[in-house]
Nanobody, 119 residues
């Protein structure tokens, strides 16, 4: 199983970036896909999630600026980030979460992609 992120980079405040996550190795259609991030000196935090049916959830800090989407047929997830601010700087990780009842969740993570927003 692999989750491979791409699209990170160095941008100025106010710019936009689009992160991509290509998942492979299993069927992710039943999984909740999402993005987390970890800023310098900060704990990892949830950024956004999306169910296979398209229901989304966002951190308060990114709501209205970020948009998560997915294409189940291609096991791909995107994170469109607009109006970036320096506080958005960090490593962004793609993840998948599959609930298996009594077996507990099955979670996979990507290796992360760096996003740096300069002021």
């Amino acid at each position: 199983v692999q989750l491979v992120e791409s699209g990170g980079g160095l941008v100025q405040a106010g710019a936009s970036l689009r992160l991509s996550c290509a998942a492979s190795g299993r069927d992710f259609r039943g999984s909740i896909m999402g993005w987390d991030r970890q800023g310098p000196g900060k704990q990892r935090e949830l950024v956004a999630t999306i169910t296979s049916g398209g229901s989304t959830n966002y951190a308060v800090s990114v709501k209205g600026r970020f948009s998560i989407s997915r294409l189940n047929a291609e096991n791909t997830v995107w994170l469109q980030m607009n109006s970036l601010i320096p506080e958005d700087t960090g490593v962004y990780y793609c993840n998948s979460n599959t609930f298996r009842g009594a077996l507990g969740p099955l979670v996979y993570w990507g290796q992360g992609t760096q996003v740096t927003v300069s002021s």
